[in-house]
């Protein structure tokens, strides 16, 4: 039956059902949370804590932080959002969407279906993010950004290590579908990574890449001349 | 507790619990809706619409045309099927999947956990596509295709251009674990595309290819001998 | 709201609400499942034979064979077990994992979201697998292995064929994130598999292969000896 703290600030929002929102969530207006969406589930610290101790979903709430979603979102069905992330207005998720602890995500962003956003993730606004994304933690996606489908993004060199050097993605750029983004690698404002690739070193500014391992092919603005091309031959269609 | 519509036509339909199914959905006899199954959910534009109107799923019902579900199905725990969706006699899905609005299934196919089937695509019947994959807008898919675990399927060859390309994978083919095939590619029928490949052409019918990108190796039917003796191998083991 | 089995033997256990547990289910002290989760669900010929006389979960109890969960686990929202799966003490799950029929998880084995583990597959003790893997049947994970995110395990060489041959990974391997680990392919004990590689041949033990497809390209000890300098470089950051 689901269960929703009394420390919750809820704005007119429209509750789809079963859903849990613990500790002192805030949901702003106009915001749909989807069929059984849970808000504000605990870290893996505070639910170790909790064993033991608590009974049932309810106890965890004087230990949740809660999680903050703004104005105008939606956050569909079967979605989980951890305590201490701060989603903007307009935000949307797709389905079996996991967004962990210490995550922003900025106004007007899209996270796809079964995208995992991982501890301490950001990404800004207006991004797209598509179906079965991999974000881990330390990653730092700019505003605008287009993420393809099952864009796997890493963050530890040689794993198992425990040092984590996330992958920072400058605004404007495009990453294609299945792209595999190696740690520590930037890529920068309005580069574009062709679908498939595999990127183990920075891409500058601008720059189309393509391979694998990934190598500059040309220019963003001649990938704007293609498209421009492409969506022609449309209509003339 | 979940939802049903009275206007929904449940044959003799087995419901594990948690459902919810909204509008005219027509769900076969023999049927099996998992537990947590939604079925019927509203499109984008319908969800919208409904913002500041709605205070819970009920208030959906009005509003969703409903999905069909044909006989003998089974709908695996937590699979979420949109409004106007088709499916036909004896289709199973695993669990996690995501079949958005307009999706056309024919009967007997198969759609693995975790599968995402975007909005207007169509899968003929006996297929069996496997885990984690990925289907987006436009894909059309004929009868008899395997699709191996986390197939990515594109649609737009300069994203985020607006203008889709849907993949076209005619009868018989078999496409392998973790290809990538570009937009509006055709894999012709009876062809095969090797594990890991990229396609980024046509691939002629009853052609082996892969690679990266890919490219014609041999023909089905040597395929066909290669699998005779890997099984033979099998029986004499 | 749930069900549990009349037969199934919890310990101090923290259910978090929606739980569905089937059939002579064993939960050991200290072991958290969370919402949604479904334990004990029962295998396709099961649930086949029940359509048709069950009329709800709770009918599928007396067929369900149950599920073993050890100590302390963390069973995360949104995992479905299936009977005849027995995990260990301190095992956890991300959320939306789904753990077929007859699979086996040794103690302290990490088990990320949105991974699927598949009906016979076999996955010792210590292993840390990543989100979104897929872990097809026949698959034999030793102790201590490390799958990265997304990594793609495959059973069948000439698909849809029929016979299985299932990969072995060996204690300690490591397989970086994105790989494809073809059939039947032995990854040998402390080999690791850089990110983003094609396996399609066996990898010899304490040894580094690379590329697509991926070939040898040095040792475990010097693999050691770069990790060791990366943590080195990081503590003097």
């Given at each position: 039956m689901g269960y929703v703290s009394s420390r919750a600030?809820?704005?007119r929002v429209l509750l789809e059902g079963?859903?849990?929102?613990?500790g002192p969530s805030n949901i702003g207006d106009?915001?749909?949370?989807?069929?059984g969406v849970v808000l504000g589930y605990p870290s893996r610290a505070v639910l170790k804590s909790l064993v033991g101790r608590a009974i049932g979903l309810e106890h965890y709430d004087d230990e949740s932080s809660g999680c903050a979603i703004g104005e105008n979102c939606i956050i569909r069905p079967y979605t989980v959002v951890y305590e201490k992330s701060r989603l903007g207005n307009c935000v949307e998720t797709g389905h079996f969407v996991m967004i962990r602890e210490n995550v922003t995500i900025g106004d007007e962003t899209v996270v796809g279906s079964r995208t995992v956003v991982d501890g301490d993730a950001s990404i800004g606004s207006k991004c797209r993010i598509q179906t079965g994304c991999y974000i881990p933690p330390k990653t730092v996606i700019g505003d605008?950004?287009?993420?393809g489908p099952m864009v796997n993004i890493l963050n530890d060199k040689y794993p198992p290590s425990g040092r984590l050097s996330g992958v920072r993605i400058?605004?404007?750029?495009?990453?294609?579908?299945g792209a595999v983004i190696m740690p520590g690698v930037v890529v920068g404002r309005e580069a574009v990574v062709a679908?498939?690739?595999?990127?183990?070193?920075?891409?500058?500014?601008?720059t189309v890449v393509k391979g694998f391992p990934a190598k500059p092919v040309y220019t963003r603005?001649?990938?704007?001349a293609k498209r421009e091309k492409y969506l022609k031959e449309f209509q003339q269609m």
């Open positions: 600030v809820l704005g079963l859903n849990v929102i613990l106009w915001s749909v949370v989807g069929y605008g950004v287009f993420l400058d605004d404007g750029a495009i990453v294609g579908a679908a498939g690739s595999l990127v183990t070193r920075d891409v500058d500014a601008e603005r001649e990938y704007e």
